[in-house]
C-alpha cells in the first residue's frame, strides 16, 4: 500500500487561509488526494480533496453520514454530556442520517421538491425579488447581504413552510447560531451551547406551529408532511419538527451565499459579467461556474463503518473523513484552468450539491432562487461596483459566505 500522504498535520482551517484558500488548495492538489489536516491544536482528520475520490466516496455504503454525535466528540470530555440534546436533535436530520431511515424520510421530503413543485414557485420567487429591488434605486451604495441576499432565501423558505415572515430575525439569529457549529471542524463549547439553544427554541416553535397547521391545512410544506403522515406513512412527530428546522437551515443558509458568493465574484470579474448581461440566456452555465468557482459548502463529513482503504491509506472504522467539496471543485484533474472562472464552461460537475444519495435535496431551489436574483441584479444595474473595504469571509470555514458586501449599485 503506497503512503500517499505523510501522517504530518497541514494547516488549512486556519482565519488567515479562510480568506482566501484557493493557494492552499492548489497545494494539496500537487501534493495528492488525501490529507491529514489540523483541527485546532490538538487534534487532525483525514481529507479529501480529489473530486473523483469524493464522488465515490459520497456514494459508498461502507461509509455513514450519522456523525450528529461525532460533532460533539470535538468539545472537552467532560464538557460534552451538556450537549447529548444538540447531538440527539441533528441526529433526526435527514442529512445525517442513513438507509433505510434516510431512504424513507427522503422519498416522503422528495414530493415537496419535485421538480414541478420547484417550478410552481417561480412566480412567487420572482415577484419576491422584484418587491426587494424595487427600493433600491441605482446609484445609491447598499450591503447586497443585509438588503438583499440575506433576506431572500429566508423568505422564500418561510413562505414555503407557512411561516409569518415577522419570524424571520429570530429564525436568521437561530440559523446564524448553528450555522457557527457546524461549519467549523473545531467549534467551541460556546458555539455548542449557541446552536443547543437555537435548535431546542426552533423545534419548540414547530411543534406549536405543527399542531396549529393540523387544524387549519394549506399548501405549504408543513402541510404536506402532515399529509404524508396522516396517510400512514412512517413519520414520527420528532422527525416532522426536525425536518422542519432542517429545512430552514438549509434553505436560507446555503443559498444567501450562492448569491453573496456569486455577486461578489462577478464584480471582481466584470468583462465576464458585461458578457452576461448581454447574453441572459447563459444565466444557468453561470449559475453552475459559481457554484463551483465559490462553492457555498466547502466541507461535509462521513465516518467509516468499517476499516477502509481511502487513496492507499488504511483509515480504521469509527474514523471520520472530511469531504473538501470546495477544493474538488478547484481539482485540476476535473476541470481546465480550475482557477479561472469561465461562465460558459462546459460539462460542469462540480460537487457543490455534493453526491450519491445525500445530494441536496434543495438544489433546483436553490438554483432557480440564484438564476433570477443574480440575473436581475446584473440586468438592473449596470454600473454595480464594489464600494468600501474589502469584504471579509465569515469565520464559518464549512459555510462560505461574506457577512457583508457593501456595494455602489
Ligand atoms: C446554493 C444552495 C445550496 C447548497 C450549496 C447546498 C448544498 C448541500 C450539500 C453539499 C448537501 C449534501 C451534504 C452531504 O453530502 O453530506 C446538501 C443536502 C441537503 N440540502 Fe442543500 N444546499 C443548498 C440549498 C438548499 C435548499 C434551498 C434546501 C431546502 C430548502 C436544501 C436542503 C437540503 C437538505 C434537506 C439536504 C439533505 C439531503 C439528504 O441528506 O438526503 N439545500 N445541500
Partial sequence: MSNVAATEKKVLFSDEILQDPYPAYARLHEEGPLHYLAVGS????????????????????????KRAQKMISILPLDRQPEFRELARLLGL??????????????????????????????????AIIDRMLKPLRPGSEVDLMEQFANPLPARIILEMLGVPQDMYDAFVAWSRAIAAFRGRPDSTVEQARGAQVALIALT??????????????????????????????????????????????????????LIGNGMYTLLKHPLETEELRENPEFIRAAVE????????VQFTARVLKEDMEICGRRIPKRFSVLCMLGAANRDPKQFEEPNRLNLKRLNNQHLAFSAGPHFCIGNQLARMEGQIAILNLV????GMRLAGPQP??????????LNSLRVML
Fill in 93 to 126: 436530520w435527514l442529512i445525517f442520517m442513513d438507509p433505510p431511515e434516510h431512504s424513507r424520510l427522503r422519498k416522503l421530503l422528495n414530493k415537496g421538491f419535485s421538480p414541478a413543485a420547484v417550478e410552481g414557485l417561480r412566480p412567487q420567487v420572482e
Fill in 42 to 65: 490538538e487534534m487532525a482528520v483525514w481529507s479529501i480533496v480529489s473530486h473523483s475520490e469524493i464522488s465515490a466516496i459520497a456514494r459508498d455504503p461502507r461509509l455513514s453520514a
Fill in 289 to 296: 461556474e459559481l457554484l463551483r468557482f465559490e462553492s457555498p
Fill in 204 to 257: 419548540d416553535y414547530f411543534r406549536k406551529t405543527v399542531a396549529e397547521r393540523r387544524r387549519n391545512k394549506g399548501t405549504d410544506l408543513i402541510s404536506l408532511l402532515i399529509d404524508i403522515e396522516e396517510e400512514g406513512e412512517v413519520l414520527t412527530e420528532e422527525e416532522l419538527y426536525a425536518q422542519c428546522v432542517a429545512l430552514l437551515f438549509a434553505g436560507h443558509e446555503t443559498t444567501r451565499n
Fill in 392 to 401: 471579509k469571509w465569515a469565520p464559518t470555514f464549512g459555510f462560505r459566505g
Fill in 379 to 382: 440586468q438592473r444595474y449596470p
